[in-house]
């Protein structure tokens, strides 16, 4: 993996497991310069990326982290905005301290790390946003108000930022999959059990698994492709809303009328009438 002028060099938030290490193990296997950054201390086990612990909540860390990538690999390619938290909850259960966490991490999160980078990019002339948002994003099921909240708003803040920053020479990528297996189960917010059993069980029985997903993200950046939908599920969800809405109305009805049963209570339908 080369970039015009050298070796590529990647910076993945949230890269010591889950989607984020498999993007990085990738990367350097293919010969790219990468720094992992996250919360946990550096692995053992941690593949040849530099290795640097990042809160991506914090500014502070931010400028800390843009200004080593700007010492050890004298600029950047690429920066994937991985990290991030999986939350779910119907809306009467998730509390405001539940809202703000879930936005904090997976909207400012990005965008503290966009605002990090562009300066970088655009005195590069170059350079390339790669937000990992989710299917949630684009297709918004029952009891998930807070996190397709938060995903739709990375989906709109990497609309906003092709157009604005393409005539910089700055090219985004926003990535929507649909469940794979990772760690992220263990981020679910326990709120709202039933929710969070929900979310835990889409997660553990996906068939994909996050090397997949990586293998065709990888391949979608380098096409400079915009919105990257890893996964046949993905793709299938999206045009089904976009292309057969009375279809996609009714599986998400379906959805409502089994988390309403899943409380205890009857379907709509199946309540008898008032005489």
Not at 44 to 54: D, H, I, T
Not at 233 to 242: D, E, F, G, N
Request: net charge positive; glycine share 8%.
């Amino acid at each position: 993996m080369t970039r015009r002028h050298g070796t590529l060099r990647v910076l993945i938030t949230g890269g010591a497991s889950g989607l984020g290490a498999a993007l990085a193990a990738r990367y350097t296997a293919g010969g790219a310069h990468v720094m992992v950054a996250d919360l946990v201390e550096a692995p053992a086990n941690q593949n040849p990326a530099v290795y640097q612990r990042l809160d991506i909540t914090s500014v502070s860390d931010w400028t800390d982290i843009a200004s080593r990538v700007g010492r050890e690999f004298g600029g950047i390619d690429i920066l994937i905005n991985n990290a991030g938290i999986a939350a779910g909850g119907r809306i009467e259960q998730a509390d405001e301290q539940h809202w703000r966490r879930t936005l904090d991490v997976n909207v400012l999160g990005a965008v503290n790390g966009c605002r990090a980078f562009v300066p970088m990019f655009k005195q590069q002339g170059h350079g390339h946003i790669v937000n990992i948002a989710s299917l949630a994003g684009l297709v918004h099921p029952a009891a998930m108000s807070s996190y397709n909240a938060s995903k739709a708003a990375v989906v709109a803040l990497s609309e906003t930022l092709r157009y604005e920053l393409r005539p910089w020479g700055i090219d985004v990528s926003v990535v929507c999959p649909s469940f794979f297996r990772s760690n992220l189960a263990a981020s679910v917010d326990d709120g709202d059990p039933l929710a969070g059993e929900l979310a835990t069980k889409l997660i553990d029985r996906a068939p994909r698994t996050a090397d997949d997903v990586a293998a065709h993200v990888i391949e979608s950046v380098e096409r400079k492709q915009f919105l990257v939908l890893p996964d046949r599920p993905a793709r299938l969800a999206y045009w089904t809303k976009r292309l057969a809405g009375p279809i996609y109305r009714r599986q998400m009805n379906d959805l409502g009328a089994k988390i309403r049963c899943a409380e205890g209570h009857p379907r709509v339908s199946d309540e008898v009438k008032p005489k």
